[in-house]
């Protein structure tokens, strides 16, 4: 197997990019409410940082046509793995990819975008709570911690994680879902099975639970709501809320206390029950898996808790 080869290692998420109606609106709004720093805005890019990186947030301008949400993510690689490493493993393993020569973007078996970028060594590599700021703000994340996508192919889109960009298995849970790791952290990359694959949520890490009541509440008093939780997942372990996003069509997850993975982790199967998802309870509304209109009115009336079903997907 290609796994046991692989000469990709990735060191994290590098950054997630998503494309926006109006960026000079999008920036700010982003900012404002989750605690992020905008790093450049133009009118058709904007970069915004958690912490002290360059940025973990790339806005662009949708084109003509172009649908709004995801665009792409890119992968930082680790230290010992230099691009043209990347680009050699890549021409072995792999037919659709790009280079453009200071990344590689590389489509997966859903023709999902994933950019590799190079390691980016940083002068000052102490802690952020060791350092000195005057233009980062008190309620910000500590950095971007993962991506969350629903598929239909599982299976190799899976594979295409582990043997083309050298991830590895966090667990499953039962055929319903994969979570997978490039670092000691649970998970980087998690997948969800659907017969309707979208992006489903970027997630910032939060220092604590103290960190997310703030938060919770800045987002409310921006009119915000959670489409699910406070939670507590049993696969992962993080606590969290998902924030519904409805200019562009995703949830950001906001979250603290992941399960940190001993070296040499082995996968685990979680049953495929409620308190996998959620030892606090509850579990979503179906509302949650989708991004139509109906569902947002659904979620945003609260309709499936008060007793009327979410309608079909319309088309
Ligand atoms: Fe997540």
């Given at each position: 197997m290609a796994r046991e080869t692989s000469v990709i290692r990735l060191r994290k998420i590098d950054h997630v990019c998503l494309r926006v109606g109006d960026v000079a609106e999008a920036a700010p709004r982003y900012a404002i409410q989750f605690g992020l720093t905008i790093r450049d805005l133009a009118s058709d890019r904007a970069t915004l940082a958690c912490?002290?990186?360059?940025?973990?947030l790339e806005l662009v301008a949708a084109g003509p046509g172009e649908e709004l949400g995801f665009a792409h993510c890119a992968w930082q690689l680790r230290r010992s793995v230099p691009l043209e490493a990347a680009r050699d493993w890549l021409k072995s393993t792999w037919e659709s990819w790009d280079d453009r020569g200071d990344h590689l973007v590389v489509a997966d078996p859903e023709g999902v975008e994933h950019h590799l970028v190079p390691y980016l060594h940083e002068d000052d590599r102490r802690p952020a709570v060791a350092r000195r700021t005057?233009?980062?703000?008190?309620?910000?994340?500590r950095k971007l911690g993962h991506i969350n996508r629903l598929t239909a192919d599982m299976e190799g889109v899976t594979r295409f994680h582990a043997d083309v960009l050298g991830m590895e298995i966090?667990?499953?849970?039962?055929?319903?879902g994969t979570w997978l790791h490039?670092?000691?952290?649970?998970?980087q990359m998690a997948l969800v099975s659907s017969a309707a694959p979208h992006f489903h949520h970027i997630a910032f890490d939060y220092v604590d639970f103290g960190a997310l009541r703030s938060l919770f509440d800045n987002l409310a008093s921006h009119g915000r709501w959670l489409s699910w939780g406070p939670v507590r997942h049993g696969i992962a372990q993080n606590m969290c809320g998902y924030v519904r996003i409805t200019e562009e069509p995703l949830h950001v997850e906001c979250y603290c206390d992941m399960e940190q993975l001993e070296p040499e982790h082995e996968p685990r199967t979680f049953p495929d029950d409620r308190f996998s998802s959620n030892t606090w309870g509850p579990l979503p509304p179906r509302s949650y898996f989708r991004f139509d209109a109906a569902a947002i009115e659904s979620e945003r009336e609260s309709l499936e808790t008060r007793g009327i079903p979410l309608p079909p997907v319309s088309g």
């Amino acid at each position: 197997m290609a796994r046991e080869t692989s000469v990709i290692r990735l060191r994290k998420i590098d950054h997630v990019c998503l494309r926006v109606g109006d960026v000079a609106e999008a920036a700010p709004r982003y900012a404002i409410q989750f605690g992020l720093t905008i790093r450049d805005l133009a009118s058709d890019r904007a970069t915004l940082a958690c912490d002290y990186e360059p940025y973990s947030l790339e806005l662009v301008a949708a084109g003509p046509g172009e649908e709004l949400g995801f665009a792409h993510c890119a992968w930082q690689l680790r230290r010992s793995v230099p691009l043209e490493a990347a680009r050699d493993w890549l021409k072995s393993t792999w037919e659709s990819w790009d280079d453009r020569g200071d990344h590689l973007v590389v489509a997966d078996p859903e023709g999902v975008e994933h950019h590799l970028v190079p390691y980016l060594h940083e002068d000052d590599r102490r802690p952020a709570v060791a350092r000195r700021t005057s233009d980062l703000p008190a309620l910000r994340p500590r950095k971007l911690g993962h991506i969350n996508r629903l598929t239909a192919d599982m299976e190799g889109v899976t594979r295409f994680h582990a043997d083309v960009l050298g991830m590895e298995i966090s667990d499953y849970l039962e055929d319903a879902g994969t979570w997978l790791h490039v670092s000691s952290e649970h998970h980087q990359m998690a997948l969800v099975s659907s017969a309707a694959p979208h992006f489903h949520h970027i997630a910032f890490d939060y220092v604590d639970f103290g960190a997310l009541r703030s938060l919770f509440d800045n987002l409310a008093s921006h009119g915000r709501w959670l489409s699910w939780g406070p939670v507590r997942h049993g696969i992962a372990q993080n606590m969290c809320g998902y924030v519904r996003i409805t200019e562009e069509p995703l949830h950001v997850e906001c979250y603290c206390d992941m399960e940190q993975l001993e070296p040499e982790h082995e996968p685990r199967t979680f049953p495929d029950d409620r308190f996998s998802s959620n030892t606090w309870g509850p579990l979503p509304p179906r509302s949650y898996f989708r991004f139509d209109a109906a569902a947002i009115e659904s979620e945003r009336e609260s309709l499936e808790t008060r007793g009327i079903p979410l309608p079909p997907v319309s088309g």
